[in-house]
């Protein structure tokens, strides 16, 4: 893959002061086409500017679209690094096939995401704990109002500062245990990364929201019984000192972030299960004082500790509202690879 690189006569002002999440965009967007019977073709770095679309466009109306999320991190050697960019490129294609969306080579996804963070290399923040985030995703584009797969798409990879998640230490959250709508079934596109499931999610993160909780979790949607997933995490259970996490069945996103959290615990020798686990199951626990850790992991907040789990009228307080040791550990261990501070062992991060 060849890209062309075109930058910008009118660079932007680089944010001051605190940098939130994703509103702020960097100078510079990668794009790329795929025309049926072409392949995928101009892979281009040009300066970030707004996209014309046809009204009539497929993605508008239909939601064929997929999206990634990661992030490439300032290290204290002053070098870039991207975490595990080929997990992101093998999910892009599971998530396509699914979608009916064309195939990406693998080594293309990240030679793109590795390209365009480097042309804006100096948009990547430095204090502690901020990173650039890195947006790819892909679009539907054929101007046709069938419904069919489409024959012509764009992939855009676009670039955000963004501030450290936590200011002050990791912090526990509360969390909603879903008891009526749900997210996703087997069979459906629960472990695509893709707009479809982040809209079928608003109503009850309004809810929760409502009542003075920060996120869904949610159940499975057959029986609503077994746990899933939060909404944009992964969920792990610390009881009787296993970890245990669900596994994935089809109805869970498999995060990256989950896949390092059970190497890193099986590598240290903890007991592991991925396997189904009921709500039930888990207010025993909690009722008899064996549920010592619970936490969510994803890209943005690496490890979020819950300190409170609501399930209709049962409120489990967990770990006393304070984070677990297995939290902490394994917190610091990933963002230490992540900026560079600690070995890496297994390999996982790619310099820019
Ligand atoms: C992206 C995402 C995750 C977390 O995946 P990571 O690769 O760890 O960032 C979990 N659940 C959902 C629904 C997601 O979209």
New binding site residues.
């Given amino acids: 893959m060849e890209i062309k690189i075109t930058k910008t006569s009118t660079p932007k002002a680089k944010p001051t002061g605190k940098l939130g999440f994703g509103k702020v965009f960097t100078d510079h967007m990668f794009m790329m086409n795929y025309t049926e019977g072409k392949g995928w073709h101009d892979a281009r770095i040009v300066p970030y500017e707004k996209i014309t679309l046809d009204p009539s466009a497929m993605v508008f109306h239909y939601g064929q679209e997929m999206f990634e999320?990661?992030k490439a991190y300032m290290g204290a050697d002053g070098k870039a690094r991207l975490f595990r960019p080929d997990?992101?490129a093998k999910?892009t294609n599971a998530t396509n096939k699914r979608l009916c969306i064309p195939q990406l080579p693998e080594e293309d996804f990240v030679e793109a995401v590795r390209a365009v963070v480097e042309v804006d290399k100096d948009w990547i923040p430095t204090e502690d704990g901020t990173s650039l985030y890195i947006r790819p995703f892909i679009i539907a584009t054929d101007e046709f109002l069938g419904v069919a797969p489409s024959k012509t798409y764009l992939f855009i990879i676009i670039l955000s500062p963004s501030g450290a998640y936590y200011e002050s230490g990791l912090a526990p959250v509360g969390i909603w245990i879903e008891d009526d709508y749900v997210r996703a079934v087997k069979g459906g596109i629960g472990f695509a990364?893709t707009g479809g499931?982040?809209a079928a999610s608003l109503a009850a993160q309004v809810k929760a929201h409502d009542d003075g909780y920060s996120q869904v979790l949610w159940l499975d949607g057959v029986e609503r019984k077994y746990i899933e997933?939060?909404?944009?995490?992964?969920i792990f259970f610390k009881i009787d000192g296993k970890i245990i996490t669900p596994m994935l069945s089809g109805s869970?996103?498999?995060?990256?972030?989950?896949d390092s959290v059970l190497q890193l615990c099986r590598n240290w020798g903890l007991e592991v299960e991925e396997r189904k686990i009921s709500v039930d199951e888990l207010i025993t626990a909690q009722k008899e004082g064996r549920l010592e850790e619970c936490f969510g992991?994803?890209?943005?907040a690496v490890i979020s500790p819950v300190g409170k789990l609501r399930y209709k009228d049962d409120v489990m307080l967990i770990n006393n509202n304070e984070i677990g040791e297995i939290s902490q550990k394994l917190y610091d261990t990933i963002t230490g690879i992540q900026w560079g501070k600690i070995e890496d062992e297994n390999k996982w991060t790619l310099l820019v």
């Fill in positions: 999320g990661l997990m992101n999910r990364k499931n982040y997933e939060v909404g944009a995490m992964n869970i996103l498999p995060g990256i972030t989950r992991t994803g890209t943005a």
